[in-house]
């Protein structure tokens, strides 16, 4: 299902003393099956994008096409809801959003208000669970008096339940361990894989970025400045550091050893492993060279 | 939803109804709460309407957003209204079906007391509407503090007070992003029949909770942590000076009662 942005502003307010304008005339597309990362510094209308993703705001000009339902601000309110069935959305700091008594009842929340019945949905949940990293033990367990990462795995499946089309990720890693963080990002990066999710990763974790997306859009000021595959886009590290933004640790290394040693990788290496390959060729050359 | 919420909003700006010193402004809208009821006919009504207006015009505040002040109200407003054409009872019939007679006494009646909710809902919002509910209760502060004398914790209140006040905003925000978050999720907020908006206030209450009790904790740690310690020989980061501006409106106030007093019949 394809999602695309045309000519979309945002006001927030409208109308009072207070209005605020989020978003400028954006066009962007999100293709069926990509990763998208979206990225932009604190304030540049990432929030206000993802929230147009299933319709829960209405952009106040413009229109938003999901899959073939169009979005304008005079869409009426009802019957959005089979979008939200369509296009799941894990927010910031999901574990906000637990409120039931056990693990296994506010991850069948979601299913049961698409009219999943209460046995499937419970079956569901028990399904979700290791892949999320938890076990059936937690089914009966109550969501509050889980650690914080575990709270977020239960949240993250409790979306995941809706069995989305497109999942969207606000920052899913915020505040996680770095073991966690990897867990949790190659979890989504196997459903994309696996089962042909799109994904939208909102983050400012280039290294995210660089691993996982094929796609990215950088948005400045509710504007989208660039739009493109990530190794192009790396390739501007200046640009991007205007932007605030920054570049993958494995593109900053490259950077450095294209300055210091005047070598030239082509194409960009992206991860770690793309760079140890690329760079093991260009040593053997080097060792190469000097017998 | 919350866009709409006129109630404990502030509106920046920097007209002379802003510059007043809150414990001036405070006093002066339960003053005016208080002489509103020494109106008994359409002069006094006139001039005390006059009165309300001219401070509106000096709030430089668009006359909308008084509207919509009473809007959320004029349910309960029509309600007593109409209690009071009815039950009013009078000399001058005008109209008579049944047990319901309607005299000129009781329409009388009832224009009045519209006129006074209006007036009493205008004048507290050009008090909201122009002083930063900070300012609002270090003015509650101020006027609370002869009550130390007796033992009552002045400096406690205030400070529960401007707390609350500053988790209104803090508090709305997180509403909606539960709310956001719970619409994903498939909830439908504000349709389908009573009981299942009942249902559906659940998941967002108890997330609302759950994080305000997180909130209050870390802010009691976070207090503790720097020593805080309020009352007694604290001074205070925002300083209120009262400007021969403040005893002006005292002084208008003033006149307006005695006004009052005298047209009254």
Not at chain 1, 257 to 265: R, Y
Not at chain 2, 31 to 43: C, T
Not at chain 2, 80 to 102: A, E, K, Y
């Amino acid at each position: 299902m394809d999602i695309r942005f045309e000519e979309v502003g945002y006001t927030y307010q409208k109308g009072t003393p207070f209005q605020s304008k989020a978003l400028h005339d954006i066009n962007l597309s999100i293709m069926d099956g990509s990763f998208t990362a979206l990225v932009g510094h604190t304030g540049s209308g990432k929030s206000t994008v993802l929230q147009h993703l299933n319709a829960l705001k209405k952009p106040t000009s413009g229109q938003v096409t999901i899959g073939d339902r169009v979005i304008t601000h005079f869409s009426e309110d009802k019957g959005l809801k089979s979008l939200r069935k369509k296009v799941g959305i894990v927010f910031q700091f999901p574990e906000a959003q637990l409120f039931e008594e056990t693990v296994a009842k506010d991850i069948a929340f979601g299913p049961k208000n698409f009219g999943v019945s209460e046995e499937d949905a419970l079956n569901k949940a028990k399904e979700l669970l290791p892949l999320v990293g938890l076990d059936e033990t937690f089914m009966e367990r109550s969501p509050f008096d889980l650690s914080g990462g575990q709270m977020r795995r239960v949240a993250i499946a409790g979306v995941l339940a809706l069995e989305p089309e497109v999942l969207v990720l606000d920052e899913p890693t915020a505040g996680l361990d770095p073991q966690g963080r990897k867990e949790i990002m190659d979890m989504f990066y196997g459903l994309y894989k696996n089962q042909g999710l799109t994904i939208v990763l909102v983050t400012h974790q280039m290294d995210d970025v660089a691993t996982y997306a094929d796609h990215m859009i950088v948005l400045e000021q509710g504007t989208v400045m660039k739009e493109g595959h990530p190794r192009d886009l790396f390739k501007e590290a200046g640009w991007l550091a205007s932007m605030q933004l920054g570049v993958p640790s494995t593109v900053r290394f490259a950077h450095e050893l294209e300055e210091k040693f005047q070598w030239t990788f082509d194409p960009l290496p992206l991860t770690t492993d793309e760079l140890a390959v690329q760079m093991k060729e260009k040593l053997a050359r080097k060792a190469g060279e000097r017998v | 939803m919350m866009e709409k919420l006129i109630f404990g909003r502030y509106i920046p700006g920097h007209s002379f109804i802003h510059q007043l010193d809150p414990r001036a402004k405070l006093t002066s809208a339960i003053w005016f709460i208080v002489i509103i009821f020494l109106a008994n006919n359409w002069l006094t009504y006139l001039v005390l309407a006059l009165f309300v207006l001219t401070a509106i015009k000096l709030s430089a505040i668009n006359p909308k957003f008084f509207i919509n002040g009473v809007k959320p109200l004029i349910w309960l407003i029509l309600f007593t209204v109409i209690l009071q054409i009815l039950f009013t009872s009078g000399q001058t019939i005008w109209f008579r079906f049944g047990p319901i007679v309607i005299s000129e006494e009781g329409i009388l009646n009832g224009v009045f007391i519209f006129m006074r909710f209006v007036l009493i809902i205008f004048m507290s919002t050009i008090l909201t509407l122009t002083t930063m509910p900070l300012s609002l209760t270090d003015a509650i502060e101020y006027l609370l503090r002869p009550l130390a004398a007796v033992k009552v914790p002045v400096h406690e209140i205030a400070l529960m007070l401007s707390i609350a006040l500053r988790f209104v905003p803090t508090l709305m925000d997180e509403t909606e992003k539960i709310m956001n978050a719970q619409r994903a999720r498939g909830i439908d907020f504000g349709e389908g029949n009573i009981y299942q908006q009942m249902k559906s206030i659940v998941p967002l209450l108890i997330p609302l909770f759950v994080s305000s009790f997180n909130r209050a904790e870390e802010l009691a740690t976070a207090m503790e942590a720097r020593g805080y310690k309020g009352g007694e020989g604290r001074t205070k980061y925002r300083k209120l000076s009262w400007e021969s501006r403040d005893t002006l409106v005292i002084a208008a106030f003033g006149l307006l009662s005695v006004s009052l007093f005298f047209l009254r019949t």
